[in-house]
């Protein structure tokens, strides 16, 4: 499929659609995807908002967008996306307006709704072939309650809920996506707007639903400071913690691996959620299970795919 694709940050497209200037927190990663998917997706877009973080974006009677936008509980975003989607293609099939008028459909969720509140609507309207995007950020707890754990959180990471670190492992909503075979999905990091633009774009020529997962570095929940939420995302990808890959018609590929992994710890050692793997006592086993865990994860991406080492 032949699709327009950037090289580098300096053919980012320049349109802002969404304005400065928002109540969300400072360094929040999530905002900055946000902000590059909606330079890739156009002004012509509905967001169909689950209840979460970004709940605050747009509160009556301001709003950042220049787009519509629609407020639904926590469970209901894709409910209300098939209502939106339904409204639209039957005011095109009776010429109350013109196709040209047509708006791309955006679910916008945490991962809470996504791997959890939400799920049941959301796997609904995949198997429906609902024609939407779905962007999940993924902060990986329940971010704008209290920063609680979410079958999001990664092991060991301390929540409000989890204050010895998670024990369950993170689910994998890539897979949870895949298995209902739905023609697009892709994970995306804040501090890969090359990857992330190229990415919406190619979904572009794929009707039905379309999946993002964004790393979305969180400074209140993570124990960080603001300034430095683009170097966290970074750090997941060139540490193999967060890849970077894109499924299309089921098909997996992998769209960036560092030629050199870094080691996990330079990622989890400044984290605030992570302080505990290191004092009072170096936790060295749970280090370790993370490192394994993720070198793990490669193996067998190395064995499945042809892959070319950015």
């Not at 927190?25 to 002004?43: I, V």
């Not at 877009?45 to 301001?62: D, H, W």
């Not at 796997?123 to 309650?145: H, M, P, Q, V, W």
């Amino acid at each position: 499929m032949e699709t327009t694709s950037i090289r580098s940050i300096k053919e980012l497209p320049p349109e802002e659609n969404l304005l400065p200037g928002t109540p969300m927190c400072a360094g929040c990663g999530g905002l900055l995807t946000l902000r590059h998917a909606l330079k890739a997706l156009g002004e012509k877009t509905v967001i169909v908002n689950a209840a979460g973080c970004f709940t605050l974006l747009s509160v009556y009677p301001f709003t950042p967008f220049r787009s519509s936008w629609l407020y639904t509980a926590m469970a209901s975003a894709p409910a209300g996306a098939q209502g939106v989607r339904d409204a639209l293609d039957i005011l095109i099939r009776k010429k109350g307006m013109s196709p040209d008028e047509d708006l791309k459909v955006i679910v916008l969720t945490g991962d809470g709704s996504a791997n959890d509140i939400g799920l049941s609507s959301t796997s609904g309207a995949i198997y429906r072939n609902l024609d939407f995007y779905y962007l999940c950020y993924d902060n990986e707890a329940y971010g704008n309650t209290g920063f609680q754990w979410s079958p999001g959180s990664p092991f060991a990471s301390k929540t409000a809920t989890t204050l010895e670190g998670a024990e369950p492992l993170k689910k994998n909503l890539f897979e949870i996506w895949r298995s209902h075979k739905p023609p697009y999905l892709a994970t995306i990091s804040p501090a890969h707007p090359v990857d992330l633009i190229n990415k919406f774009k190619k979904a572009e020529g794929f009707k039905g639903p379309k999946l993002f997962i964004s790393h979305s570095p969180c400074p209140p929940g993570w124990g960080t400071e603001p300034s430095r939420s683009a170097n966290f995302a970074k750090l997941a990808v060139d540490t193999g913690i967060w890849a970077l890959k894109e499924a299309v018609n089921g098909e997996v590929r992998h769209t960036y691996i560092p030629k050199v992994f870094k080691p996990v710890e330079e990622y989890l050692k400044e984290q605030g959620r992570f302080a505990h793997l290191f004092k009072p006592v170096r936790q060295d086993e749970t280090i370790r299970k993370i490192q394994e865990m993720v070198d793990g994860y490669w193996k067998e991406v190395k064995s499945k795919e042809s892959v070319v080492e950015s």
